[in-house]
């Protein structure tokens, strides 16, 4: 599974391979995306967040599943971060 990491380890997003699970033994049964493995801290934040994103433009609709750890003891991503508010942690798109 194709993906872009926005790692607040890199100073810019990197386009990674998300390792996938299936849901039985047999290669036929679902498969599921497996974030934890991309994403940094799992002793401080073991906890992985997702949203389903829908984009529109124009006659074009886009559909992106975002999985993100957020945690006030994780490093600042200045990837993800404004003047206004800092995002702790990293993000898979």
Known sequence: ???RL?????GK???????TRCSDRSRSGK???VPESLL?????????????VTLHEGRHVYWFCVFFKRHCRLRANPLL?????VFRG???V
């Open 6 to 10: 926005y790692s607040s380890s890199w």
């Open 40 to 52: 940094d801290c799992a002793t401080v934040q073991p906890y992985v967040h997702n949203c389903l």
């Open 13 to 19: 997003p990197r386009q990674v391979t998300m390792l």
């Open 1 to 3: 599974l194709r993906c």
């Open 81 to 85: 971060s404004s003047i206004n508010h």
């Open 90 to 92: 990293d993000a898979v």
């Open 31 to 33: 498969r599921f995306p």
